[in-house]
């Protein structure tokens, strides 16, 4: 393709997940170079398509786009939208208006994005335009002490104040779509964060302000957790907030905490700073070969079951219907708000993966399309560590009841979400299965109708699959056919005496926000 040189001195800066004008390092260098600045978002209409995205996180996207638009406006600007390729969305702009310089942010290593940007910057250099790509975040050595080091030099640097007024050609944008132009459909989610940078502030002045002070004691509930999580995660993947000025932020407030003699919340907020450099580290960690063709997942080498979401075992799980009552809660929480604490999604991928041994895909991207926080490079670089995901897994298979009696000991966050059982005493909520008959009619509680029987002996489940996942360590496995018994002498995770066996120090966790929760 043949492209005419330009005299125009039009700098175009690219929104992508970047979506503010405070401590944005591209937009800076488009207003520098003097001329008129054309701020641009692309719909990817390639990326709407993808089986893990959804209305939900479309919605969110707009109410962030709208109030970046706003932030614009009060600059003498305003967000030009547009839809398609983006290298030939940027082509047919170049042969209309010229375009001097294009200004964007590096992307993270999503493998979706690292080709778009790379189409562009091919391009870019055969229409001889000028690429300014700012580095969002700064590439993570390998040793986890230069990590630390060169993370928080990065963090320490001045954040960069966002330009007074914008010269901004007027340049016809397209309309403001709606989830339905890109075949999404509806996605009711009364519970789901309002986007935009005024929301995320928000969210980061109340987390600082004393929400998150609890964060770090030992053994929270859900609830608790809930209650206390930054919500942070969609702000932060959609670029509304910078990782640095979220880091400083924490940072003055961590001194004022000490200087007042609050150790406790001070100690919340090193975990949060942690969980930051982490995220970082994630993002930057560029995916093996085998994993960027496999959307992401790596191929699972146990050859399980790939299935539709007409299969039955896979519709249970992913409407909350698994008869196990924290799975049913938190994949019910999860649709009604869109956000949940991480090691419950990591325990609800676990359980399609090992105990109902199913193919990782279908599951992993019914999840991401519940997460407004969804993001490819994130998500599925912890989902990777996920036992029963993991290519070389380690660790224990999650027992759900276990883990339910550890998290939720008082059926708090179960009877939030599954009313039809709230009834049941605490001992008992956790494995409704366990209830006697008389006590299970007297509450009007009658499994496999108004609440399913558990689809399978999760103890059976968990030992047929260690056999296939740990062949090495794995004794007297049973098939996975063994039907759920409706009651056991001893219920999973507790000992003769009825105490619970406390969790592993280190289990494997998918962290999809900081602070291990959303």
């Known amino acids: 393709m043949f492209y005419i040189c330009s005299m125009s001195d039009l700098h175009v800066i690219w929104f992508r997940r970047d979506l503010r004008v405070h401590d944005h390092a591209a937009l800076v260098a488009a207003c520098a170079s003097g001329g008129q600045v054309l701020p641009l978002y692309i719909f990817d209409t390639r990326h709407w398509h993808r089986p893990d995205t959804s209305g939900r996180q479309f919605d969110f996207l707009l109410e962030s786009l709208a109030d970046l638009d706003g932030a614009l406006r009060k600059r003498g600007s305003k967000l030009c939208l547009r839809s398609g ?35 562009v910057r091919s391009w870019a250099m055969k229409a001889g335009i000028p690429l300014r790509e700012q580095a969002i975040r700064r590439a993570m050595p ?86 206390s999580a930054s919500g942070l995660s969609p702000y932060l993947n959609w670029g509304t907030l910078s990782d640095r000025e979220v880091w400083q932020a924490a940072m003055r407030a961590k001194g004022a905490l000490l200087s007042d003699g609050d150790e406790t919340f001070a100690a919340s907020l090193d975990a949060f700073v942690e969980n930051l450099e982490q995220r970082s580290r994630l993002l930057t960690a560029k995916p093996r070969r085998e994993q960027v063709e496999n959307a992401g997942l790596p191929h699972d080498i146990f050859k399980r079951e790939m299935v539709g979401a007409a299969d039955p075992r896979l519709a249970a799980w992913a409407s909350g219907r698994t008869g196990f009552p924290l799975l049913d809660a938190s994949m019910r929480c999860l649709q009604a708000t869109g956000r949940l604490e991480s090691e419950l999604r990591s325990l609800l991928l676990s359980f399609a993966t090992c105990h109902l041994w199913l193919d990782p895909t279908a599951p992993a991207q019914h999840l991401a399309r519940l997460s407004t926080d969804f993001d490819g490079a994130l998500f599925y670089g912890n989902a990777r560590k996920v036992v ?56 009007g509680i009658v499994l496999g109708q108004s609440y399913p029987m558990r689809m399978v002996d999760h103890m059976a489940a968990a030992r047929a699959a260690r056999r296939h996942l740990f062949p090495e360590q794995s004794s007297h496995a049973l098939p996975f056919g063994v039907p759920a018994r409706p009651n056991m002498a001893r219920r999973a995770g507790m000992s003769k005496s009825g105490r619970v066996h406390a969790l592993p120090a280190k289990s494997v966790q998918l962290s999809f926000d900081l602070g291990g929760h959303a």
């Open 85 to 119: 390729n983006a290298a030939e969305v940027l082509s047919q702009i170049h042969t209309q208006y010229g375009i001097a310089s294009l200004h964007f942010h590096a992307a993270s290593h999503d493998p979706e994005e690292t080709e778009r940007v790379q189409h």
């Open 142 to 227: 390998l040793t986890p002490e230069e990590s630390e080091t060169a993370f928080r030099h990065y963090m320490r640097q001045p954040r960069l104040n966002a330009p007074e007024n914008l010269d901004t050609p007027d340049m016809v944008s397209e309309d403001w779509p709606v989830a339905s132009d890109y075949g999404l459909g509806d996605d009711a989610c009364a519970g789901r964060q309002t986007g935009g940078r005024t929301n995320g502030v928000l969210q980061l002045r109340q987390y600082l302000a004393g929400r998150g002070r609890p964060a770090s004691k030992r053994n929270l509930s859900v609830t608790d957790r809930e209650s």
């Open 388 to 443: 029963g995901v993991s290519s070389h897994p380690v660790g224990q298979i999650p027992n759900p009841v276990r883990h339910s009696q550890m998290r939720d000991p008082e059926g708090t966050f179960i009877r939030k979400w599954i009313p039809e059982i709230a009834d049941l005493p605490d001992a008992l909520i956790h494995s409704p299965w366990d209830a006697p008959k008389s006590l299970l009619a007297e509450k």
